[in-house]
């Protein structure tokens, strides 16, 4: 579904590379999680996908065919992303915002209020948000529609920054989870990133651990947290120990 | 007073219309080559700085010479579609005073729609690529609503500079408030400067407001206001062009130079065709330079000048032949260089002359400027600010060895008065001056000739040059208008009390020499 071949980006000539030759296999179906240090890389990577940035080295295909391939607003319209900064468009309702991909790809007008509609009931907000601009919602709240903007054109491929930063732990379970259950109904194929390996262990069914620009390690959640992958051991011994540490204060 | 604010006020509704139809062209397309150019430029940095210095020295020129600098390129376009398609643009009145404020209100449309489209989060633009905007649905749907009231407010600021820089149309031969303000400068009519840069803030000021409306509503999204804003604006505007609707373009236009006599003899000729039952206007306040031109394209169709001027100006003539013979060739040259008819001479000069006090001049026995040139050693001359440096004062003084025991120069009302109070003994002075009459000055004669002639003499365009109906109507000015009448009729206007209007003293000055019933 997804096929990164040696891909690098550079963003200033001769400077050290953000991304150095990442390679990197996705199926159909798979949900990828994208870990590690702040500056190592992941959004950099990430938006080779929709090619927000083009990369300096490599070849991206997607759908089995090269992104270069494709005008760069059609790619953009087949895949749904979600920013780590959330990009609401300010002069826009919460309903027009979510609308927008829909109407760009000219569905009509019931078409397009059904469909949103239904990612709106996703993030579980009170019908009456619709209606309102988005600087008249909280940070979690326009992170909420901000997903329900990238699911309203029935992507088959969904890239996520850190969608879910700005959430209480409580919401961002929930949030999460319900991700991950609409992932698997719908036959979404995702690639999130996130700082937290503790969701990425449970939301993934793949992690891939980028550090300096380099993927280290690319594995199952369960061989990261095993400690099969001594590269990255200190990203997933934090977690670990706090599970624990929680865990002794809670008996 | 309450004469003058009616005068003022009857002329209102076409001044004004002219003014807003103006002001409102030069914005539209202003705004029309402005907004591609500035989004193109928010686009591609590097046209950004050219754009920005281009519509920055526009703005550096001051408005008065850009205006007047428009026409004389008109003029050589005009030329070039003559002699490529064999027909002329106009290069007088709407359009050179169009282009020059159109140009004007570029700058802060282009700086303001830049600043605001390039101001633009990085995130959001970068988002709008992410849900798959094309570049021009980008510019749709994200960064022109987001620059809008930005946009707006470089409107505003245009509409506020246009609207005051309109007044400076006049001299290009465009009507506008500023007719108020340039012929009440030249009849120190103060009711009409004032009333003309009233109605001019006024008119600037609502429009302001308006926008104002217009901007806050794109601001907040509230259409409501945004559209009570732009409906209110276009009301006005209606209200105000509807006199210029209804008017249909006047048959004959009758030029003027920025002087009293010039606005009171165009105004008699208008009422002379207006008589005769046809359609004419005046253009005044026309630039001395100008005038003779916009005559010789055919844009306005005829006026008065001084046989003087042209034959020194145009003909670079230094002799100085008698009058007759001067006016003869004059006529010959006018005829075979441009096609321009010399109808006659009006039967007044307005030369440059030494004026005296009447008493004291027969006190000192003179009668002619020989006569002056030995008491002069004891005499002092006032002059205007320019005299000195003219020509003419030079062939005098050679002339007659002219040499006075002091020259002061003045502005011409103190010059008037220092000659009055005894503070000078002789002054320069043009002799149709009605002051020369209030003043009961005596002018001394010439009797070398130094000074050219000054006959004012009726000009016709080349197109008109067999135009029975307009030879008809002017005709009978020929020879009719004396000195002393002429003098009287300017003074009318100038003087300090009971001023009348140009328009009433051509009306009296019609009446008494029976041009006019
Ligand atoms: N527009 C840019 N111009 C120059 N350098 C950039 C730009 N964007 C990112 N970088 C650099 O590239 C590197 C990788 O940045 P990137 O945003 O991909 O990191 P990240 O892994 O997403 O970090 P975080 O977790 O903090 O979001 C960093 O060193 C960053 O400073
Ligand atoms: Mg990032």
Redesign the interface.
Same mark, same amino acid.
């Given at each position: 579904m997804i096929e990164l071949q040696r891909v690098s980006v550079a963003y200033a000539d001769g400077g050290r590379p953000a991304v150095r030759e990442a390679s990197l296999s996705i199926s159909a179906g798979d949900f990828v999680a994208l870990v590690g240090p702040s500056g190592s890389g992941k959004t950099s990577l990430l938006k080779t996908i929709?090619r927000?940035i083009e990369p300096s080295g490599g070849t991206i295909r997607v759908e089995d065919r090269d992104v270069a391939d494709f005008a760069? @607003?059609?790619? /953009? /319209?087949r895949i749904g992303?979600v920013?780590q $900064?959330v $990009?609401?468009?300010? @002069?826009m309702s919460v309903r027009e915002n979510i609308a927008?991909?829909p109407s760009?790809?000219g569905w009509d007008r019931e078409k397009i209020a059904a469909r949103v509609d239904d990612v709106f009931d996703l993030i579980a907000l009170p019908r009456d948000y619709l209606d309102r601009?988005p600087s008249a919602l909280s940070g979690g709240e326009r992170q909420r529609v901000a997903v329900a /903007?990238a699911l309203a054109?029935e992507p088959r491929i969904v890239i996520m920054d850190e969608p879910f930063g700005a959430l209480d732990p409580v919401t961002r379970d929930a949030l999460g989870r319900a991700y991950r259950a609409l992932h698997e109904r719908m036959g979404l194929t995702t690639v999130m990133v996130t700082h937290d390996v503790q969701e990425a262990a449970l939301l993934a069914d793949r992690i891939v651990a980028l550090r300096d620009g380099c993927i280290v390690a690319d594995d199952t959640p369960r061989a990261m947290l095993s400690g099969a992958h001594p590269e990255v051991s200190d990203m997933f011994e934090t977690p670990r120990r706090q599970a624990a540490a929680i865990a002794d204060l809670a008996r | 007073m309450n004469a003058q604010l009616a005068a003022a006020f009857a002329v209102l509704p076409n001044y004004l219309s002219q003014h807003v139809l103006l002001s409102l062209s030069a914005i539209a397309l202003g705004a029309v080559v402005s907004l591609p150019l500035a989004i193109w430029a928010a686009r591609r940095p590097t046209l950004r700085w050219p754009l920005l210095a281009g519509t920055s020295l526009v703005q550096t020129i001051p408005a008065l010479a850009l205006l007047a600098l428009f026409y004389p390129l008109l003029l050589a376009i005009s030329g070039l579609t003559q002699e490529l398609v064999g027909a002329t643009t106009p290069a007088l009145g709407f359009l050179p005073a169009l282009l020059a404020l159109a140009l004007y209100a570029m700058l802060p449309i282009v700086r303001a729609t830049i600043s605001a489209i390039s101001g633009i989060d990085a995130a959001i633009i970068e988002a709008a690529d992410a849900v798959g905007m094309t570049s021009s649905q980008r510019l749709w749907r994200v960064e022109l609503p987001l620059a809008a009231p930005s946009i707006v407010g470089g409107l505003r600021t245009a509409m506020v500079w246009t609207i005051g820089a309109a007044t400076l149309a006049t001299p290009v031969g465009q009507a506008s408030l500023g007719n108020y303000i340039f012929s009440g400068l030249q009849t120190e009519n103060w009711v009409f400067v004032l009333f003309g840069c009233a109605a001019s803030v006024v008119v600037a000021l609502l429009a302001d407001q308006l926008l104002a409306l217009v901007e806050a509503g794109a601001a907040k999204r509230d259409w409501k206001r945004a559209i009570a804003g732009a409906g209110g604006f276009a009301l006005a505007v209606v209200a105000t062009l509807a006199p210029a609707a209804s008017v249909a373009p006047s048959a004959y236009v009758i030029g003027a130079k920025n002087f009293s006599e010039q606005f009171i003899l165009a105004d008699l000729m208008t009422l002379r065709l207006r008589a005769a039952g046809h359609s004419a206007e005046k253009r005044e306040g026309l630039g001395s330079a100008v005038v003779f031109r916009a005559l010789a394209a055919n844009d306005i169709d005829a006026y008065v000048d001084y046989s003087g001027t042209l034959w020194t100006n145009l003909m670079h003539r230094t002799d100085n032949p008698p009058r007759e013979r001067m006016l003869a060739e004059l006529s010959d040259w006018l005829k075979k260089s441009s096609g321009v008819v010399m109808l006659g001479a009006l039967g007044f000069e307005n030369n440059f002359a030494l004026a005296m006090k009447r008493e004291r001049a027969s006190e000192l026995g003179i009668a002619t400027i020989a006569d002056l040139a030995r008491a002069a050693p004891q005499l002092t001359f006032g002059t205007d600010l320019e005299f000195q440096s003219r020509p003419e004062w030079r062939s005098l003084r050679d002339a007659y060895d002219l040499r006075f025991r002091e020259i002061i120069s003045y502005n011409p009302t103190f010059m008037y008065r220092a000659l009055d109070d005894g503070q000078v003994d002789v002054i320069t002075a043009f002799s149709s001056d009605g002051r020369i009459l209030a003043q009961n000055l005596v002018t001394l004669d010439d009797p070398k000739n130094a000074f050219p002639h000054y006959d004012a003499i009726v000009l016709i365009a080349p197109k008109r040059a067999n135009d029975e109906k307009l030879r008809a109507a002017l005709r009978p000015l020929v020879g009719a208008i004396g000195l002393e009448r002429m003098r009287r009729a300017n003074l009318e206007v100038d003087r300090d009390a009971d001023k009348l209007t140009p328009r009433a003293a051509a009306e009296e000055l019609g009446k008494e020499t029976g041009l006019l019933k």
């Open positions: 929709n927000l760069a @607003h059609e790619l /953009r /319209r992303y920013f $900064g $990009g609401l468009f300010p @002069h927008i991909t760009l790809l601009a /903007r054109a | -």
